[in-house]
């Protein structure tokens, strides 16, 4: 008598245990991403580095549903925990882009220098700032939501410094008059509320702007706010 074949050997990735890997690596990436955005690093969520964080997710979570898996399951939850929040500040958000730890460390590097400086300081944080302030927030604009406020509030007390500076000047001190043209300009180049002051210089005591001040903006139209221009930096 024959002895009877005995069944071929079940595949060990079934369905249900494909489906259960696939649940804790989303579960996994929610407490990631959420975690972050709840210790001040935004929920920018950028492709490369979603794909980055869910790989050791999904490895861990196939390790879980794996019939005789010989690791602990806490061991295999915080492994997969810590390599996941590791991508997810290291990884870039595209081929050759910031990653979020970079993206941090460039908000921060630009917050103090805009909370401080003056019209003295204007040229060195003037438009390569505004340009990299313009590309961070595109990139990250949650992580960097409050740094367009930042900029706004720099430009505004350089503009009040120099018009405070201007009404001090003596009305027949023409030289000190015309050594703000450079500040003046190079605070239209940064941000919009430079373009406004020079169309309409302070006047006090019948006193104003110098006409080379003006420039060729003195021949434009008022009627652009600063509330109308305040976030048209953000294209530079």
């Not at 861990?60 to 549903?65: E, K």
């Not at 050759?96 to 220098?113: E, H, I």
């Amino acid at each position: 008598m024959s002895t009877p074949t005995p069944p071929p050997p079940q595949s060990r990735l079934t369905p249900p245990r494909l489906l259960g890997a696939v649940a804790f690596a989303a579960v996994g990436f929610v407490a990631v991403w959420q975690g972050f955005g709840l210790a001040g690093f935004g929920t920018d969520a950028h492709a490369l580095r979603v794909l980055a964080a869910v790989a050791p997710l999904f490895a861990s979570g196939l390790v879980l549903v794996w019939p005789d898996a010989k690791m602990p399951f806490v061991v295999v939850v915080l492994l997969g925990l810590w390599v996941a929040t590791a991508a997810w500040w290291y990884a870039p958000s595209a081929v050759g882009a910031r990653s979020l730890q970079s993206a941090v460390a460039a908000r921060d590097q630009m917050t103090t220098p805009l909370a401080n400086s003056t019209l003295d300081e204007h040229e060195e944080y003037g438009k390569h700032t505004a340009i990299r302030v313009g590309a961070l927030h595109r990139e990250y604009p949650s992580l960097c939501k409050d740094l367009p406020g930042t900029f706004d509030r720099w430009a505004t007390v350089v503009a009040d410094d120099l018009i405070a500076r201007y009404r001090k000047t003596p009305l027949d001190d023409f030289k000190s008059a015309e050594a703000l043209n450079e500040p003046a300009r190079g605070l239209a180049r940064t941000h919009p509320i430079g373009i406004k002051l020079r169309r309409r210089w302070p006047m006090k005591n019948g006193k104003s702007f110098p006409q080379s001040l003006l420039g060729k903006d003195s021949d434009r139209e008022e009627g652009t706010s600063h509330a109308d221009c305040s976030q048209d930096w953000r294209s530079f």
